[in-house]
């Protein structure tokens, strides 16, 4: 029987792959890959032999209907994306709507999403909380950040590290320099780090050491 399965994968260290994920990726007849060469490591490390089809953000909408017709065929098919669970900022949306609208069973697995650790050790509240991703770049910042200003939940962004100082900085321009923040970077990764306090101190720190890598940005809600 055709399903389709999204498949979360490490974030940073290959250890925090789970059984399930493995056993799955090992027993489907095809793994769509948002990148296939970054998930032949992955699949390398753990003996992983499915064979892996390209579906990224670039071709989803291209090759969409040939994969929904796949699966009505009765192939089971698994999504990973380069790191973290597919739809999350990540592709994965489409498939998963289309295979539901066709009567697929469509299955995500528990698995690594960024925001969540990030979230958990900023030190901020966690009961309750909002997802924004990626701001948009650059038309339509400004306006997106003042529609949030009186946000009372703990807000989550991902960002790059060649915008994130700009970020930072217009942050502290809209919800003010003193409203607290953790922002961590490279999670499960070697040189993983989390930066903690207000935006105003923040903004200073990057001004004067940009940071690299993943980042996932925690800001307190509105009091």
């Known amino acids: 029987m055709s399903k389709l399965y999204l498949v979360p994968t490490p974030v940073g260290n290959l250890g925090d792959m789970t059984y399930r994920a493995v056993e ?15 998930s032949a490591v ?8 499915a064979p892996m089809q390209s579906y990224h953000i670039y071709n989803e909408h291209r090759t969409l209907q040939h994969i929904i017709d796949q699966l009505l065929a009765g192939t089971t098919i698994a999504l990973v994306t380069d790191a973290g669970t597919p739809t ?28 969540v650790p990030a979230l958990a050790q900023s030190g901020l509240p966690s009961d309750r909380f ?36 700009k970020t ?3 942050m502290g321009e809209v919800f ?3 409203r ?15 930066l ?15 940071v690299k890598g993943e980042i996932v940005l925690i800001v307190e809600g509105a009091r």
């Open 196 to 210: 903690r306090g207000t935006l105003g101190e923040l903004a200073q720190t990057l001004a004067s050491h940009p």
């Open 180 to 194: 607290r923040a953790s922002l961590s970077r490279e999670i499960s990764k070697l040189h993983a780090e989390t």
């Open 168 to 170: 930072v900085e217009q």
């Open 88 to 115: 999350i900022s990540d592709p994965g949306f489409l498939i998963a709507r289309e295979a539901i609208a066709n009567g697929i069973e469509v299955e995500c697995l528990p698995g690594a999403t960024a925001f």
């Open 130 to 165: 909002v997802f924004e991703g990626f701001l948009p770049h650059p038309k339509g910042r400004m306006s997106r950040l003042k529609s949030l200003a009186a946000e009372q939940r703990t807000m989550i962004f991902y960002e790059s590290p060649f915008r994130i100082a």
């Open 24 to 38: 799955v990726l090992s027993g489907v007849d095809l793994i769509l890959a948002e990148d296939t060469r970054t």
């Open 42 to 49: 992955l699949m390398q490390h753990y003996g992983i032999s």
């Open 176 to 178: 003010g320099t003193e």
